[in-house]
């Protein structure tokens, strides 16, 4: 299982980033799959989940300015991350696993993660 973040870099606040997630070793069609990140001198948290059913799950700070989606033709996870603020700077994941019929923001429930992309948000 092999999951490759990309698409983060540094931004001024109130811009906006694309994430993209390759996903490679596992049927990513069948998979709940995640974004999570971990900012400096924070804990890592869930940001938002999509099961594939379509069914999301976005973390109470982000609803509205992030969306998770997912192109099952090119085994891609993507995170649109609008309006962003130095808060939302961080160490950004995806994962992989768990039970495919829940979203889920806890990163107990996943088995597959990948290297991370940073995102910086600064004036």
């Known amino acids: 299982v092999q999951l490759v973040e990309s698409g983060g870099g540094l931004v001024r606040p109130g811009g906006s980033l694309r994430l993209s997630c390759a996903a490679s070793?596992?049927?990513?069609?069948?998979?709940?799959m995640a974004w999570f990140r971990q900012g400096p001198g924070k804990e890592r948290e869930g940001v938002a989940s999509?099961?594939?059913?379509?069914?999301?799950d976005y973390a109470e700070s982000v609803k509205g300015r992030f969306t998770i989606s997912r192109d099952t033709g090119n085994n891609t996870l993507y995170l649109q991350i609008g309006n962003l603020q130095p808060g939302d700077t961080g160490l950004y994941y995806c994962?992989?696993?768990?039970?495919?019929?829940?979203?889920?923001?806890?990163?107990?429930?996943?088995?597959?993660w990948g290297q991370g992309t940073q995102v910086t948000v600064s004036s």
């Open positions: 070793g596992f049927t990513f069609s069948d998979d709940r």
């Open positions: 999509i099961i594939p059913g379509g069914a999301t």
């Open positions: 994962a992989a696993g768990g039970n495919r019929f829940h979203p889920s923001l806890f990163p107990q429930y996943y088995l597959y």
